[in-house]
C-alpha cells in the first residue's frame, strides 16, 4: 500500500497579532472595470451577440407561413390575458431565435388508475379533488390506456387516470397525498 505523501502548504505572512495578514481586496465593480478595459485593449469581446450574430429574420405571414425550429427551453407562465401558457425558447435551422407562445394549454398529469375504478368514478374523483383544493383545480378527468414505465410488460397497456388542471400551479395541489387517499377511498367504496 502506496502512503500519501504529505504536501508543503504555503504560509502566508504573519501580522504583529501571530495571524495570517489579509491582503486589501478590490471591490467587485473596480474587478469589473479592470477586466473591460482587458477585454477591450485585447479585442477579444466575449459578448454573444458580437461573437455569433444572428441572420435577419425572414418576413412571416403568421396566417399561412410556418416555421421549424429547435426546442432549447421551455417555461410555463400564465397569463391574465389567455389563461396557462407554455414559453418556448428555440433557433430555426437558418440560425434564428425563436419565442413561441402557446397559448390555452391545460396542464396535465396520468396517474395509474386503481383496480376496479370506472368510468363513472371520473366526476365524483374530480368533484372530491376540488372540494380538498378549496377550488376548480380539476377540469377534467379521463382514463386511457398507456404503457407503464414502471418495469418491463413488453406491449402490454394499463389504465391511467389523465387529470387535467386549470393552471399550471394547480398540479402540486393534486400531486399531493391525498389524491391517493381519495382513489384508494373511492376504490374501497366502489
Excluded at 157 to 175: N, W
Aim: glycine residues 8%.
Amino acid at each position: 500500500m502506496v502512503e500519501p505523501t504529505n504536501k508543503k502548504r504555503k504560509l502566508e505572512p504573519i501580522n504583529g497579532h501571530g495571524q495570517p495578514a489579509l491582503a486589501k481586496q478590490e471591490s467587485f465593480s473596480a474587478v469589473l472595470e479592470q477586466l473591460e478595459a482587458e477585454e477591450d485593449a485585447s479585442g477579444d469581446s466575449i459578448e454573444t451577440s458580437a461573437a455569433w450574430p444572428r441572420p435577419a429574420a425572414p418576413k412571416l405571414n403568421t396566417q399561412r407561413d410556418s416555421i421549424a425550429f429547435q426546442q432549447i427551453e421551455l417555461e410555463e407562465a400564465s397569463e391574465p390575458k389567455h389563461g396557462p401558457t407554455i414559453r418556448l425558447f428555440g433557433v430555426t435551422e437558418r440560425g434564428n431565435s425563436v419565442l413561441a407562445h402557446v397559448h390555452g394549454f391545460k396542464p396535465y398529469f396520468y396517474v395509474a388508475a386503481p383496480q376496479g375504478f370506472l368510468n363513472k368514478d371520473l366526476e365524483p374523483l374530480k368533484d372530491k379533488i376540488n372540494q380538498m383544493s378549496f377550488g376548480l383545480t380539476v377540469t377534467n378527468c379521463a382514463i386511457f390506456n398507456r404503457r407503464s414505465l414502471w418495469g418491463y410488460r413488453g406491449d402490454e397497456t394499463v389504465p391511467f387516470i389523465k387529470i387535467t388542471c386549470a393552471d399550471p400551479k394547480g398540479i402540486p395541489k393534486v400531486k399531493d397525498e391525498h389524491l391517493f387517499s381519495i382513489l384508494g377511498t373511492m376504490c374501497r367504496l366502489g
